[in-house]
């Protein structure tokens, strides 16, 4: 599964040209951090969340906004993970099952984002800011891993 993943992951950043706020070195060793993290735990890739942004966080001044900025450097990691994925997917596929390929991943779209937008129902405050991006961030990273896996299976 790691060299799968590393040929879709480096795909997924020379395709869609990731830059963070700390400029495109720091997206591209925080690329490499994660998708050594992921050739390091077949099977348990799920334990990588966080092994971009949790050290960010605590190099922070704890304000909402740095926290937050942290959880968006490793979910844009993910998302591009996740969008060349899906299309990678979706070649292998007939048309009938890239119509439901479709619909499942825009029906994961709207429940991420219900799901999300709850912290700021929930906490009414600034904290909701954080929250919600550390929620975004981690749905959008088993979001990859889940497609990722229908992917590498050679069932066809």
């Known amino acids: 599964m790691s060299r799968a993943f ?13 830059a963070s706020a700390q400029g495109p070195g720091q997206a591209v060793r925080d690329f490499v951090t994660l998708q050594g993290c992921i050739k390091s735990k077949p099977g348990a890739e799920e334990s990588c969340l966080g092994v971009v942004s949790d050290p960010c966080l605590q190099n922070t001044g704890g304000t909402t906004v740095e926290m937050s900025n942290c959880l968006q450097r490793e979910q844009s990691i993910w998302d591009d993970v996740l969008n060349e994925t899906f299309k990678r997917l979706r070649e292998k596929l007939d048309d009938a099952q890239k119509i439901k390929l479709r619909d499942m991943q825009r029906a994961w779209i709207a429940s991420r984002d219900k799901t999300c937008a709850f912290y700021w129902d929930f906490s009414q405050g600034t904290m909701a800011v954080p929250m919600s991006a550390e929620c975004a961030s981690r749905e959008t990273a088993r979001r990859a891993i889940f497609l990722l896996r229908f992917l590498l299976d050679d069932h066809k």
């Open 6 to 18: 590393l040929a879709v992951a480096v795909a997924a950043l020379l395709w869609s040209g990731v």
